[in-house]
Each structure stands twice: as structure tokens, then as C-alpha cells.
């Protein structure tokens, strides 16, 4: 595996040197999509709606998972991790 680590770093750099737009497709996307891929950018309006609603959805999902990993409050007492320790307690006969 430690072989492995130079090949995949190059790879992953050159990746990023591969993935930005090209000077025509700069060109022909949409103005605020320039630079981000080659190829054709939104067209219509369903297009736009359908990539905020995937940014907004990551953005929810980041903020949530970073809440939840700072602040777990896992010493609540209706915290599933309680709930499941104590129906278990319960039923094998623990302290």
C-alpha cells in the first residue's frame, strides 16, 4: 500500500489539471459556471433549480454532521445510545 501513495498523489494531481474548462467551454458555459467542467452548463431554468437544490442539500447535510460530530449530547436522556442500553439492560438481566 505504501507504494501505492506516490502513484495515487500524481494521479490526484493531475486530476484537477484535467477536470478545470477549457478555453471554449469558458467561453460557451453560463456567466458563474466558467471554470468549473468541461462541456455544456445549465440550459433552462429546471437545470438551475435542480443544482442549488443539490448545493443546498450538501450544505444541509454538511452543517448537520459537524453539529451532530461537535455536540453529540449523547448523555440525554432519550438519546437512541441510552434508549438501546437500557431496553438491553433490561431484557439480559444487567446492573
Request: positive net charge; hydrophobic residues 40%; proline residues 5%.
Amino acid at each position: 500500500m505504501k507504494r501505492l501513495i506516490p502513484i495515487y498523489s500524481i494521479l490526484f494531481g493531475l486530476g484537477h489539471q484535467v477536470a478545470w474548462a477549457c478555453d471554449l467551454c469558458k467561453k460557451n458555459q453560463p456567466k458563474g459556471f466558467e471554470n468549473i467542467t468541461h462541456g455544456q452548463g445549465p440550459t433552462g431554468n429546471m437545470d438551475y433549480i435542480i443544482t442549488w437544490s443539490a448545493i443546498l442539500l450538501v450544505i444541509v447535510t454538511l452543517f448537520f454532521s459537524i453539529k451532530f460530530l461537535v455536540r453529540p449530547r449523547e448523555h440525554e436522556p432519550d438519546h437512541i445510545k441510552n434508549i438501546v442500553w437500557d431496553h438491553n439492560l433490561r431484557e439480559h438481566g444487567g446492573q
